[in-house]
């Protein structure tokens, strides 16, 4: 049964295989559903919640996308994918773009073929250790013994803090976030390190997350955001602009609430009247309807409301939006003009 | 097949190439080249269209980069500036380390299940099947992972070894276990250990020739001379007379907790605890099953004839059953072992570092290069079954009943 | 004679003495205790030993058996209830229940869909399995796939059905054909499975909700029910696989032997694990571009090729234990290779190869849990991942894995008495 339907799809696969190129976005709107590559499992960036649904910052990047290109933010296939899986996953085209705290490297940017968009999170690598070992540098860890995840940047940048610092430590590799918790909290390691806004969303799901602090060295520069694939650049300018117009939106004081309304008529300002589709042709450039981005910042909201709802400061996971606050308030968030 | 005594006259047609059985294989055969390269094509040209869509390559390049990851156990130097290439041979050599000592646990367990199974003793029989059936019949994943667990969960920590009425102590002060794995103390070789060391191998060698020696007495004269105790003399009395003649050369290093570990002594993982246990536990259950087999298979005759000639039990079992019994035995045994170096690869489960942990997982994730990685990996795992397999081959004739 | 004892014996018993009783010792529970536990020192150790060690294990385990807690919703309340008395919070069992059997994307209002398809499932295996049950199921046992395949997978019973067509299109072609020549035969119903699939393939298309149950996408499936769908389906389809290669590797075509030699070697040589991670991040750069394969699909092609390898040595053994009369008896009926090996070869072959086979099989089921290092979640997949990282249940490692022990262990336990049961009964040879 199954290998008649594998056949089947290989040899309708195989005739179609001549018309669908490299032109993602025709594929998504034939399929109706956007493939989006998330984590397995990250609290407050993307992980099923009771009723299976999937939620948190990543997630709502790739529903954005989904309700600009398909006017449905629900028309998403979330696809978990851990450190290893993903690159493949979305070279493949299992997914159509990877939303799932990556940081964007030379390599993975030029070697690895693919096309980051943009950063949706400043981050950092961090150290968490239990409170009761009464460390308060991460210079003290010498000789701990140190959880991480295996297949990230982190793991590279742990080598080379310890070797810059000459201090000695036990590299416990994990492969996933939920694995690397049972180890930490019983003790089987004394530190666990990974981006500093996965320590806190880790933390946050601990019985007593008073118990452990989070390291003030940040030692490495983690710059995460979506990615596709190189080579088909209207698929990557719709979800390079999809986030900018979510940064932007934040920026022009456009939210969830008011949308509708703004976008009723032309307003006062010009840009947000090019943003939302009542001036200017910015949408149909994009291959998209006019209100894309109307419908991506609807679907859950600008880029302030995202960041509020999932890991900010009145979540359990309790981010500060420090780096990540407007170019205006002091952080790095500078979208580049809807003209 | 069958074959035609009386092949029909005239010259070649085309339809021979169907209906004559002569022809027919060759028809097939071609069909099935023709199959195999058209699926090679196949498979070689959407793998070229998929590189080329994502604009990637396939090189070994990366094998000779720095690896820039750090790995916990390493039984060649190593460090994050190695090459990926020398990281994969750490991790071969960890997969042979845990396969070693995996095979030889599973062995011992394995043979006295086996020969425990057939007890005249029903309570141990009925414990002993239960064993076998227990963890035969569950995934060793599994197994691995709920000893991991024991380690997380159960063992008490380093941190629970601190303060001044801690909740776990040192075993003889000597011997930590916690659970990021067992700590013991580490001889030290200082000046005239070596002495030491050659007077015990010496020794050893003395032993076989002891043995030798009273063999030949049995066979040519019919004098029986004890060994057992004469070995055991052999064995440490002269070490230890020259230990103290060299003043104590080599002394122990004792695990001591600093920092945030045992610091000195040998200590090994939690992880390689967990895959070495784990495997040998469930692969001693299939090898006591061959065991059992084995002796079974050596008819009640045999037994009864050197019974009849006056051997004692024990005798009976060494001189006439084992070497009978172990025909049988050998070839599913090394079979087993070669099941247990395949799924020594599970170590991913529990981040223990074999090949598949540092070619097949860090390197991979790091590079990107899966194509190129799990090629690789594969070919290794492909080599150890194959020399497995050319070993059993060897055995296989060497015990093959001579037949005159 | 006893005459003249008479006079000389003093007295002389002429009647048997009634059956004494053996003594106390040679008797009873005491007799078979001395024979079976205590017979000889070493064996009285080792019988004291075993009593020590069982005993300990029950007084440990009692405990935490009785004072089990099966209502609550998280560790911490467990913990509270318990009140520092030894005891087992099963409750994570009754509270994640769902998850662990169907994993926790599949819709919880269609669990009763996979669960009616195991139910089908042992029906469906009944007749092959029991020689005895009634002949008729075998044709329930032919539609069982498509039917649990629908019911699993959901979407329209059309799509299922049409392959249904196809095959019994193929078949009859098949039969039409095999009379003048098996490999003509099988070319037709090849061509004729392939065309009417093809084309029938327009009505479920056109129809998508004609007879539809809710779709539900590969990758929702999990917990347990993975497990299950992986080995049945992997079994089931590595067996003719199997055959073939076995019957490929016995050929006297040198290219087709080497095919099937090098085939089988290399699965054979290297651990499943890494075929898995070929499924996972290889498989998909040889599919053709934009083809979009799932992940379960891929697995199960790497599962059952390597099923189907360990199965075609386990076939070929039986092919090799046949005496060489039987391929001659066949020659010399006139029979050619295709009909001696379907009439005579294989039907011997297979059953001295049946309990290899079902070895085979559990093994298979066993490593189906392997998927779980490849981020599927399976059952132990769903204990590693989304459970033991809960923050309700973070930490309770026996109940979880007992339970996981628990049920791998009554399915691989009662399918290897099966196959001994069986073995028993397929010996009828002349002992």
Excluded at chain 1, 51 to 59: A, R, S
Excluded at chain 2, 20 to 27: E, F, G, H, P
Excluded at chain 2, 155 to 175: H, S
Excluded at chain 2, 192 to 206: E, Q, T, W, Y
Aim: glycine fraction near 8%.
């Amino acid at each position: 049964m199954k290998k008649l339907a594998i056949l089947g799809a290989m040899t309708v696969a195989g005739l179609s295989a001549g018309v669908a190129s490299a032109a993602t976005l025709d594929d998504v709107k034939a399929r109706g559903k956007l493939n989006c590559g998330v984590t397995t499992g990250l609290v407050g960036f993307a992980a099923p919640n009771a009723n299976g649904e999937w939620e948190g910052f990543d997630v709502g990047v790739c529903r954005a996308v989904a309700a600009a290109v398909l006017g449905d933010p629900t028309a998403v296939e979330f696809v978990p994918t851990t450190g290893k899986t993903r690159f493949t996953a979305l070279a493949s085209g299992e997914i159509d773009m990877l939303a799932r705290n990556t940081t964007w490297t030379f390599s993975r940017d030029v070697d690895l073929g693919f096309e980051f968009v943009g950063i949706n999170y400043y981050d950092g690598q961090g150290f968490m250790v239990p409170k009761e070992l009464g460390v308060s540098s991460a210079k003290e860890l010498d000789g701990a013994t140190v959880c991480i995840q295996t297949g990230t940047t982190t793991e590279l940048n742990l080598a080379d803090f310890f070797r810059a610092n000459n201090i000695s430590y036990e590299p416990v590799p994990i492969e996933t976030n939920a694995e690397a918790q049972p180890l930490y909290l019983e003790g089987a390691c004394d530190v666990y390190t990974t981006d500093a806004s996965g320590l806190a969303a880790t933390r946050a799901a601990f019985e007593n997350p008073s118990e452990h602090v989070v390291l003030p060295e940040i030692i490495s520069k983690e710059p995460l955001g979506p990615l596709v694939r190189h080579g088909d650049n209207q698929w990557g300018d719709i979800v390079r602009w999809t986030l900018n117009a979510l940064i932007a939106a934040e920026e022009l004081g456009v939210t969830s609430a008011n949308v509708a309304e703004m976008s009723a008529s032309a307003g006062s300002n010009p840009e947000i009247n090019r943003l939302l589709g009542t001036e200017g042709t910015l949408g149909e450039m994009l291959g998209l309807e006019a209100d894309w981005a109307k419908k991506a910042i609807m679907a859950g909201g600008n880029y302030g409301e995202l960041f509020e709802k999932n890991i900010g400061e009145n979540t359990p996971i309790g981010l500060a939006r420090g780096l990540n606050a407007q170019w205006t308030e002091g952080g790095l968030l500078y979208s580049p003009p809807f003209r | 097949m069958s074959t035609i005594s009386d092949p029909p006259s005239g010259s070649f047609q085309l339809s021979m190439l169907i209906n004559d059985t002569r022809y027919r294989s060759y028809t097939f055969q071609f069909i099935a080249l023709i199959l195999l390269i058209l699926a090679f094509a196949y498979l070689g040209y959407n793998l070229l269209a998929n590189l080329q869509a994502a604009g990637l390559n396939i090189s070994y390049q990366f094998l000779g980069e720095p690896a820039g990851y750090d790995i916990n156990q390493t039984l060649i130097p190593y460090t994050s500036q190695s090459t990926h290439w020398q990281a994969s041979l750490v991790g071969v050599l960890n997969t042979l380390l845990v396969a070693f000592l995996g095979c030889l646990m599973a062995t011992v367990i394995g043979v006295v299940v086996g020969v425990l199974r057939l007890s005249d003793n029903w309570l141990v029989r009925q414990l002993m099947s239960v064993y076998v059936e227990i963890f035969r019949n569950v995934p060793v994943l599994i197994w691995i992972l709920i000893i991991m667990a024991v380690f997380i969960a159960v063992l008490p920590q380093p941190r629970d070894f601190r303060g001044d009425d801690p909740e776990a102590t040192m075993f003889l002060n000597a011997f930590a276990f916690t659970g990021r794995g067992f700590y013991s103390p580490a001889p030290i070789f200082g000046p005239g250990s070596g002495a030491v060391i050659a007077v015990f191998l010496a020794s050893i060698a003395g032993i076989f020739a002891f043995r030798n020696y009273a063999k030949k007495a049995l066979y040519e004269r019919g004098q029986l001379i004890p060994t057992f105790w004469p070995s055991v003399a052999i064995f440490f009395i002269p070490a230890i007379i020259a230990y103290f003649i060299f003043g104590r050369p080599i002394t122990l290093e004792y695990p001591e907790l600093r920092g945030f570990n045992f610091q000195g002594g040998i200590f090994m993982r939690n992880s390689l605890i967990a895959l070495w246990f784990a495997l040998s536990i469930y692969t001693a259950a299939f090898i006591a099953e061959n065991v059992r087999a084995g002796i079974l298979a050596v008819s009640k005759g045999q037994t009864e004839a050197a019974a009849s000639l006056g051997l004692r039990p024990g005798r009976i079992m060494n001189l006439v059953v084992l070497p009978q019994a172990l025909r049988v035995i050998i070839p599913p045994l090394i079979s087993q072992y070669l099941n247990l170096t395949k799924n020594s690869s599970l170590a991913i489960a529990v981040g223990y570092m074999d090949l598949t942990g540092t070619l097949g997982g860090i390197t991979l994730n790091q590079t990107g290069r899966a194509i190129e990685a799990i090629f690789l990996l594969m070919l290794f795992y492909l080599a150890i079954s194959l020399a497995i397999s050319a070993i059993m081959n060897v055995y296989n004739n060497a015990v093959k009943l001579k037949e005159r | 004679m006893s005459d003249t004892h008479a006079q000389t014996v003093a007295f002389v018993r002429d009647t048997m003495l009634p059956e004494q009783p053996p003594p106390a010792s040679e008797a009873g529970v005491i007799k078979w205790m001395r024979e079976n536990l205590f017979k000889g020192w070493f064996n009285s150790i080792l019988t004291i030993v075993a009593l020590y060690f069982i005993f300990k294990i029950v007084t440990g385990a009692y405990p935490w058996f009785a004072n089990g807690i099966w209502t609550t919703s998280s560790l911490a309340e467990c913990r509270e209830m318990l009140d520092g008395m030894t005891g087992a919070c099963f409750s994570v069992l009754t509270e994640r229940w769902n998850q662990l059997l169907f994993g926790f994307t599949y819709p919880p209002e269609a669990y009763w869909r996979p669960t009616l398809a195991f139910v089908l499932l042992i029906v469906a295996i009944a007749p092959v399995l029991y020689p005895k049950a009634p002949r008729q199921l075998l044709v329930f046992t032919g539609i069982y796939p498509f039917v649990a395949y629908w019911l699993i997978w959901g979407g329209t019973l059309l799509a299922p059905l049409m392959i249904l067509a196809g095959l019994i299109a193929g078949y009859f072609a098949f039969k039409q054909f095999e009379r003048q020549s098996f490999a003509m035969g099988m070319l037709a119903g090849l061509v004729a499975a392939i065309v009417v699939i093809w084309a029938g393939g327009i009505i479920p298309a056109s129809l998508p909700d004609a007879l539809a149950l809710q779709a539900v996408q590969s990758r929702d499936l999990g917990g347990f029910m993975l497990n299950m769908i992986l080995g049945t389906v992997c079994v089931s389809l590595s067996l003719p696989l199997g055959i073939l290669l076995a019957l490929g590797r016995q050929s006297s075509m040198p290219i087709i032997k080497w095919i099937c030699v090098i085939f089988i070697e290399f699965i054979r040589g290297v651990p499943l694990i890494t075929l898995l991670f070929v499924a996972n991040v290889v498989l998909a750069y040889f599919f053709p571009p934009g083809s979009n394969i799932d992940l379960v699909l891929r697995v199960i092609i790497m599962i059952t090729m390597f099923s189907a390898a360990y199965i075609a040595e386990v076939i070929r053994g039986g092919l090799a234990a046949l005496p060489r009369g039987q391929y001659e008896a066949a020659d010399s009926l006139g029979l050619d290779y295709a009909q001696a090996t379907r009439l005579i070869i294989m039907p011997q072959a297979l059953k001295i190869s049946i309990p290899g086979i079902v070895n085979v099989a559990v093994g298979l089921f066993k490593d189906t849990t392997l998927v779980s290092v490849i981020s599927m979640f399976d059952l132990v997949g769903m204990i590693r991942g989304p459970i033991l990282a809960s923050t309700e249940w973070n930490g309770v490692y026996w109940e979880l894995w007992g339970f996981a022990v628990f049920l791998f262990f009554i399915v691989c336990f009662s399918i290897s008495k099966y196959s001994q049961w069986l073995e028993r009964q397929l010996a009828t040879d002349h002992r």
